[in-house]
């Protein structure tokens, strides 16, 4: 008895295909009468057309003047950080994400009108699906952009967001080389200011003492040592000026640490004496007069070189911040499309109907099953199978 209830509620493939071609008619009717009205409906919906712009990102090392007068890798990285040649493609891309960017756009083409919203938030979740922003491989990032029922619009856009990209950029740069400028401003004054007073110390000294000249291997280690102790107060001043605007992990930062820290401990052996070093004279052998003449002759030298180098770098930290040049490279500027993005009108009405005519299956196969223990009661499988093949005829498909 169980075994015979089972028969009868099981649905077979020849059952759902007999539940189908039962309502195959209403199935197709339905889904054309559906697809139709979908179809109606996709032509009433605004057409949306994209265009997009393409940005090159210039190459580090072309930090020009300041990088030529430097001849360091320090004041080399800062030359490049200073034109925009080091600049990295996170970056861009963080200013093409910003609010500040987005929200120019925002009153620029008065998006408010486009999204009918007058919340700034709601209107800048919607320009994220307008506005897109693809860093290639090749160094090159691609700016999409967006806009209903015209095109030329949805050019203008994009080429408005390469503008503001540039204007922004060079905006921080800018900000970033007047900082830096002050900090080498005021590093140079203070330069000058201790060299005018060791000086005159020196002066006082000679005529002090009558202090005039040393031996030649004495004048030799002097200046060695100034030499040495020049460059490690030059590379103290580029170390901080690096710190001061790059971030600390950054490589030419911890490359510029470890020059100032050998630079320090040549210094040490100038110093005290050590190996490699047998032909300069430490200072501590010295006499106290001879070796007071050195310090003061010394200090003279150093401050002379910090002057020295600090000159032209104040100079071309002026003309950093003064300077308006574009900082992007436009490959291809954008333009209005031929061709609307979307709606995909016909992929729209194919879905539906192929949606429509899904659930109207289903649902003659839910209704047979609930019906099946009456028909398979009336009807063979034989004859079920007679009547699919009969109704898949195309001179049937619609009776």
Not at 138 to 148: H, L, N, S
Not at 232 to 252: G, M, Q, R
Not at 262 to 271: D, P
Not at 281 to 294: C, H, N, R, W
Request: with cysteine; net charge positive.
């Amino acid at each position: 008895m169980s075994d015979n209830n089972h028969t009868l509620n099981a649905m077979t493939w020849i059952d759902v295909l007999y539940a189908i071609m039962q309502w195959k008619r209403r199935i197709i009717l339905t889904s054309i009468a559906v697809s139709s009205c979908v179809a109606l409906y996709t032509l009433t919906l605004s057409k949306t057309y994209e265009s997009s712009a393409v940005v090159l990102i210039p190459e580090r090392g072309t930090g020009g003047l300041l990088e030529s007068i430097s001849g360091s890798a320090g004041l080399s990285a800062l030359a490049g950080s200073l034109s925009g040649g080091s600049t990295s493609n996170q970056r861009y891309m963080a200013i093409l994400n910003s609010r500040r960017l987005r929200e120019s756009l925002i009153i620029k083409f008065d998006l408010r009108e486009q999204y009918k919203d007058t919340d700034v938030v709601n209107i800048l979740k919607n320009l994220e699906d307008d506005l897109k922003v693809e860093q290639t491989k090749q160094g090159t990032i691609i700016i999409r952009t967006r806009f209903a029922k015209d095109p030329q619009i949805a050019a203008d856009i994009a080429n408005y967001t390469v503008k503001k990209l540039d204007e922004i950029n060079r905006e921080l740069l800018t900000d970033q080389a007047r900082a830096t400028r002050k900090f080498i401003e005021t590093r140079y004054g203070d330069a000058k200011e201790e060299l005018r007073k060791v000086e005159d110390s020196l002066n006082f000294f000679q005529k002090k003492f009558g202090v005039i000249s040393i031996a030649d291997q004495t004048k030799a280690s002097i200046e060695a040592a100034a030499e040495v102790e020049a460059r490690t107060s030059v590379a103290e001043s580029e170390y901080n000026i690096l710190k001061y605007t790059l971030s600390a992990s950054h490589p030419d930062v911890e490359r510029m640490g470890m020059k100032v820290a050998e630079l320090k401990k040549l210094q040490t052996q100038l110093e005290f004496g050590g190996k490699n070093h047998s032909i300069f004279i430490p200072f501590k052998s010295t006499a106290d007069i001879g070796l007071e003449y050195v310090r003061l002759y010394r200090q003279v030298q150093i401050y002379g070189k910090i002057v020295e180098f600090l000159i032209p770098q104040v100079e071309q930290a002026k003309i950093q911040e003064a300077r308006d040049t574009p900082t992007i490279i436009v490959l291809d500027n954008a333009g209005p499309a031929p061709h609307p993005y979307g709606p995909r009108k016909t992929l729209i009405t194919l879905i539906t109907a192929m949606l429509t005519m899904s659930l109207l299956s289903s649902v003659a196969v839910v209704r047979a099953y609930w019906q099946k223990n009456q028909i398979t009661k009336t009807i063979e499988n034989n004859d079920k199978l007679k009547f699919v093949f009969d109704s898949i005829k195309l001179k049937n498909i619609l009776k």
